[in-house]
């Protein structure tokens, strides 16, 4: 059994916390919000973040954005400085990655090692425990971590140094806003010409335009049960978090001089649908909205 802190109990971390402590961990939680503290069956509930990280083995955070994780462990209040130093850290948040790089610096001049791991798979994947980690960081570290990450993902992969998780993680979810849009704009164009949507899907997934959003994750309504498109968008990936974790692609594409037209593009077709129909807190498959012909 592994004594693990886990900060962060959001509509990710709570589900999380849940698994670990399913697989037979020592898990002492720490949220603002007293209320998901215990909510997580089994966890131990603390009064503080560095209460938390107290003598445990592994610590994990799972916040909004890199302010938020920077503030927890370099922050004027921060706990690393009262970690101990063999407490393996890992960050699940999905952030820029110089913050992710500047925080690991941090945490091997005091001594412990950090991984930043954010995850792919969403809500589901946390409940299931089918999450995909996604992890910079040492070698030796990671393969510290995969006993602990296992618990909660079915996939692990190593990207490369510290920082580099988060690289990966902000090109995943370009293409998958890129894809999600493009699928939303042919359906839309089939529709507006009389096909039947659900036909139309079948023939673009079995030819060369199949891709994850179509195949799995369709965003018109009523063609696939079980995907938030089926329930008026509502639950699954927030609009406002792809819009978030495509401002952090743009902030990487400018700091490498990179050039991202289509994420451009993605990126100003999900602001300007959530300020046209207040969707920031629809599942981003909603972006289907922006393309439909009112009735």
Same mark, same amino acid.
């Given at each position: ?11 990710? *971390? ?27 069956? +089994? ?9 938390? $990280?107290? +003598? ?18 370099? +922050? ?18 999905? @952030? ?30 946390? @409940? ?16 510290? $971590? ?23 993680? @902000? ?10 849009? *493009? ?79 289509? *994420? ?32």
């Amino acid at each position: 059994m592994t004594t693990i802190g886990f900060a962060g109990l959001g509509n990710m *971390g709570s589900p999380m916390a849940a698994n670990l402590i399913a697989a037979g961990h020592d898990v002492r939680v720490f949220d603002l919000v007293e209320d998901l503290m215990t909510n997580v069956s +089994g966890a131990h509930p603390q009064t503080s973040a560095a209460a938390a $990280a107290a +003598g445990v083995d592994v610590f994990i955070s799972m916040l909004p954005a890199g302010r938020h994780v920077e503030s927890l462990y370099i +922050g004027d209040d921060g706990i690393l400085s009262g970690m101990s130093k063999s407490t393996l850290i890992i960050d699940c948040s999905t @952030i820029d990655p110089q913050t992710a790089q500047r925080v690991a610096a941090a945490a091997k001049a005091h001594g412990c090692q950090m991984l930043d791991a954010p995850v792919s798979g969403g809500t589901g994947g946390a @409940i299931n425990g089918t999450l995909t980690f996604i992890v910079g960081g040492d070698a030796l570290a990671l393969e510290r $971590a995969r006993p602990v990450l296992g618990a909660m993902g079915a996939n692990i992969f190593h990207a490369g140094a510290s920082g580099a998780g988060q690289i990966a993680k @902000i090109c995943n979810n370009m293409l998958l806003a890129i894809q999600m849009a *493009g699928t939303a704009e042919a359906l839309a164009l089939g529709v507006s010409n009389g096909l039947d949507p659900a036909v139309l899907s079948q023939i673009m997934k079995e030819s060369s335009g199949g891709n994850w959003a179509l195949n799995v994750y369709n965003p018109y309504p009523g063609v696939m049960s079980g995907v938030p498109a089926s329930r008026n968008y509502q639950g699954g990936f927030l609009v406002d978090l792809m819009i978030k974790d495509l401002g952090l692609a743009m902030q990487t594409a400018l700091a490498s001089r990179s050039s991202v037209p289509l *994420g451009s593009l993605a990126n100003n077709l999900f602001r300007l649908h959530e300020q046209t129909a207040d969707a920031g807190q629809l599942d981003f498959s909603s972006i289907q909205k922006l393309y439909l012909r009112k009735k």
